[in-house]
Nanobody, 127 residues
Framework: QVQLVESGGGLVQAGGSLTLSCVSA????????MGWFRQPPEKDREFVAA????????AYADAVKGRFTISRDNAKNTVYLQMNGLKPEDTAVYFC????????????????????WGQGTQVTVSS
């Protein structure tokens, strides 16, 4: 399992912005699909976004489309999640994930199919 460390969470008012970062210690970062998931209080973990190894392929959950942007810097082994227009319903623990597998919708939305996870970072949006 690859070590992943998220940062950038915090408390923000509705309508505000945050950028989450996730640094990977894995040698295969540049060849891996990266993803962001979130787990709201008392709910299951849900897909937020994914990006392919080169950054040309991106996917988003409908709930965040148009507000969140996933990106990556392979030179820094880092994946980002820019979150704009935050809403109270975005409140959750956000996790990044890494999987050495081609970027395909058939699997990246399923949290059970990702092998490496970070510890999570809390995002709280007040109304």
């Amino acid at each position: 399992q690859v070590q992943l460390v998220e940062s950038g969470g915090g408390l923000v008012q509705a309508g505000g912005s945050l950028t989450l970062s996730c640094v990977s210690a894995g040698l295969m970062f540049g060849s891996s699909t990266m993803g962001w998931f979130r787990q709201p209080p008392e709910k299951d973990r849900e897909f937020v976004a994914a990006i392919n190894w080169g950054g040309s392929g991106r996917a988003y959950a409908d709930a965040v489309k148009g507000r969140f942007t996933i990106s990556r810097d392979n030179a820094k082994n880092t994946v980002y999640l820019q979150m704009n227009g935050l809403k109270p319903e975005d409140t959750a623990v956000y996790f990044c994930a890494q999987e050495y597998r081609p970027f395909e919708r058939s699997w990246y939305e399923d949290s059970k199919l990702w092998y490496s996870w970070g510890q999570g970072t809390q995002v709280t949006v007040s109304s």
